[in-house]
């Protein structure tokens, strides 16, 4: 018997097996217990013989499961396949929530100066006056005081009326260097009209420490707008006027929808504007007993609400208080 | 304020583009809102079509009994035959011509065509044809010119108009003047000289001004007119005014007009023949005192309103406005004008507490320089008597100690350390001299209000350099920007919320009304319902849910984080952050909301019976940071759960750190136990008690069916639970097992007369 001549002819067999079926005949005919090779082994009389018919079983046997797994596999995936199913039929409906596109806003907004190494301050919404506009110098004349602007609750209490009382109280409660950004609600005496609302959020920071500049600033203000509005973003400053701060400043960014081209929303200036700015008034140090040879520092207040509507694209103030699930679930 | 360029050109020399100037402006000084533009289309050739023209001849029309037929010369050599529809003028008047092929303001262009069978080889033009004044009953009739000169150079039909909003501490930029200073100062240009040539007086008549208040009034400058011929003021001041949005009057008005905006201190002429009291007394008014204002307003006055008299009648709510029965007419022939001085916050209540704000009291209101008087003087007599014919035969100027000249300390080197910004201290110097300070520094009388300390003067020179000041960020030796325990819970339940399902709402938290009667309300509310600070945020949910339900809205899951305001006396409230929500489902789901909530926090929270106006009296469970269950079918129709939890309450009660626990490697035993009750007992109490009794080894134990019937009688109820147990140290066998089940059985019968079911 050739033995290679034997190997090569059963191989041929069970690697040409195309189901189990003719798989299993092929096994039968070289390794069944009457094939020629069963036959051989059992003759066997020397050692040398004994190895190479062994040798031989030994890879038939092996051929013949490697192939079993083969068409065996082949076989499932057949199966399977008749199993198909349309795969652009919806998968099942679980709910999904959504967070408001303020909080996006609000998140973005802590992330940022988290990075930066601030506190982040949560205050009241309820102030003393003394708090709101005495403690931030603002003069007796100033239209804020008035209650057509500004919701008193009485002589000495109030609705906020800016998130900047905050500075007040971290100023009074910790030692510099102060970094914190203060963001909640404000409240002002406006109708509501579809692009104002008498609440809106505000986040305000302030930064107290030796030697802080008008340029540290508008560094960090760039910083966050371009965490809001994208790296592309510029920032200006220009000449304002606010009790607490001196010089006071107004930061613009450059249009995040035209890109300062100039478009309808940015009044074809291609800036818009953000909020307010300074460096901290010498009184307001002096209020909060800090001496401000000593202590330089910086505060800015924008809307988060304005930044949305920025960011978003939305044209009015009115569907952030409105609750309907049409546009909320779009953030 | 509206700001014609050609004005601002007459105090200072503008070269540079106009739009890089409103941009510099805006940043440095005021903002610019608006560039406009005035007059006519601004090239080259269309400016050159408008033309000074003299009529050579004018003749009615010979088929239109309401035209004329003029021959105009426009120094073409040939005269122009134009048709022309007014009637204010003959030959030999030089008029404004604009010729064939010219656009007009609006855009129309002219073209030569035949009007009634005669052709017009252009048009003379009016006052509003070229936007220059309100006037189109006639044409315009310019003073002597030569024929053919560009109409340009003698009228400002292309003009450039800035409008300018200064902050409330620059009301020295609420005049052409002041805002020529700014651009001076800016571009380092040269400033003109105050307007205004000195008039020799024709005459010494005595004006009597008395000043009861020199707080509140702190100048009072009186100049008498005779003679004044009242009558229209020429094209160019009418047109500047038109420019600056005010509408001419009469020449004597326009002058007050023309002078307040020129140096922005406000002035005002009286009728001198209707001075009862022949004299001026500013004083205080009396309670109940009446005057009816030049608006025809009958106004009733209280003592801190301040008014001009004669002495004997009031005759102008001072600042604000003049009074009807003393205005200029066309029948005055004597004009007493007033250049005064008023204190700002008086006439701020003043004007605010009668809802009456006029150009005046805006300048008024932020504080004017009393310096500033006897320029507005020197001005408007010079106009007067130039423009009226008027004769000044009378003077008086009363006040108090007027400001002068502060020094301020200054160290411009303390500037670069406000700015971040190296500037060499010869250029701060020189920049806050163009603004009109002296060295070292002493601050214009203009300035006082606003520039009191070095950190004023820095503010001046740091407006100047904004765009050059660099972007840096503070130099830190030590820094930890880190999340409290609160906001990092606040931020957890955000997000569980929304894996839940639910969506964030922001509801505001003024409401119509709250279920505390001592809650916080707003004496003056915009609107009903915005007046009360709410004591609870649920009921906000329940409206922002109904809305959505009559939208059509279906999957309804709500939820708001935000303050509530528990009323404290007269003390400032108690706020307190929830958090709500409102889901459609009922008990159960609100309930396992608020599990799910406790795991994300890892709480282990007590339930118990609740009772709460929002909810189904059976279906509420109080929790310690809560209220949860579902809602009353009155409050919102259908099965609705509901939840409104204190957060600071749930981060008190939220395990952090997280202990760790060992995975126990022993093998569980699960039994279902089910216990025949009092239909009274809750299931809550069978889990603690059997906790109690089995101890540790109990691993797990949860309820999962409560069957009520015949079984087990009536009054009672079957409670099944999942139990399983388990032990740290061994494999529990069947022995053990039963002996953990045997030790829970025995106590709850104790304690609930419980029976164990095939026990």
Known sequence: ?331 | MKVPVSWLREYVPLEMPLEELAERLSVASAEVNALERHGIPDDEGNVGLFRVGRVLEAAKHPNADRLQLCSVDVGDGEPKQIVCGAWNFGAGATVAVALPGAVLPGGLKLEARPLRGTVSHGMILSESELELGPDHSGIIVLPDGEPGTPLADVLPIVESVLDVEPTGNRPDLLSVYGLAREVAALYDLELAPWPGRAVEPAGDEPVEVALDDVDASPRYIGRLFRDVRIGPSPTWLRARLTSAGQRPISNVVDVTNYVMLALGSPLHAFDYDTLAGGRILVRHAQPGERLRTLDGVERTLEPADLLITDGERPIALAAIMGGEETEVTDATRNVLLEAANFEPVGILRSSERLRLRTEGSNRWEKGVDPHLAEHAARLATQLIVELAGARWTGHADVHGELPRPVEVPFRPERADEVMGLEVPADEQLALLRRLGFEDSVVVPTWRLRDVRREIDVVEEVARFQLPEVPFTLPLRREMHGRLTRLQQVQRRVEEAMVGLGFTEVYTPSLVERDERDDALRLPEPISLELAVLRTRLLPSLVQAARRNVDLGADAIALFEVARVYEPRGSDLPDEHVMIAGVCGGGFDRAKGVVEALGVALHLATPYERGEDPLFHPGKTARIPAGVLGELHPTVLDGRWGAFELDLGVLAAESRDPIAFEEVIAFPTVRQDLAFVVPEDVSAGELVDAAREAAGPELHGIRPFDVYRGEQVGAGRKSIAFAVTFQSAERTLSDEDAAALRGRIAEVLAKRFGAELRGG
Not at chain 1, 198 to 217: C, K, M, Y
Not at chain 1, 227 to 243: E, I, K, Q, S, W
């Open chain 1, 1 to 331: 018997m050739d033995a290679s001549a034997l190997q090569s002819e059963a191989l041929a067999a069970i690697s040409g097996a195309s189901t189990v079926a003719d798989l299993e005949e092929a096994r039968v005919r070289y390794l069944g217990r009457k094939s020629e090779l069963a036959l051989a082994l059992r003759a066997v009389r020397d050692r040398e013989t004994g190895m190479t018919l062994n040798g031989v079983r030994d890879a038939l046997e092996a051929a013949v499961a490697d192939r079993r797994t083969a068409l065996e596999r082949a076989e499932l995936d057949r199966t399977l396949t008749e199993d198909s199913l349309d795969v652009t039929l919806p998968g099942d409906d679980l709910p999904v929530g959504h967070l408001h596109p303020t909080t996006h806003i609000r998140r973005i907004v802590e992330d940022a100066f988290l990075g930066l190494g601030y506190q982040i301050y949560d205050d009241r919404e309820v102030e003393w006056v003394e708090d709101n506009f005495d403690q931030l110098a603002f003069p007796d004349w100033h239209p804020a005081r008035s209650p057509r602007d500004t919701f008193f609750l009485d002589g000495r209490r109030v609705l906020r009326t800016e998130t900047s009382p905050s500075q007040i109280h971290v100023m009074q409660e910790q030692e510099p260097p102060i970094y914190m950004v203060s963001i909640g609600r404000v409240y002002r005496r406006d109708e509501i009209t579809p692009t104002r609302f008498p609440i809106f959020h505000q986040f305000e920071g302030l930064a107290v420490d030796r030697n802080i500049t008008l340029a540290d600033l508008k560094g960090t203000l760039l910083h966050v707008m371009r965490a809001l509005f994208g790296p592309d973003r510029a920032v200006r400053f220009r000449t304002h006027f606010f009790p607490f701060t001196e010089p006071s400043i107004e930061p613009d960014v450059s249009c995040p929808i035209c890109s300062g081209e100039g478009c309808r929303t940015c009044k074809f200036s291609g800036w818009i504007e953000m909020g307010g700015a300074g460096m901290v008034d010498p009184a307001v140090f002096e209020n909060v007993g800090l001496d401000p040879e000593e202590w330089s520092g910086f505060a800015f207040g924008c809307g988060l609400e304005r930044s949305a509507q920025l960011r978003y694209g939305i044209p009015e103030i009115r569907p952030f208080w409105e609750s309907d699930l049409r546009v909320l679930t779009q953030f």
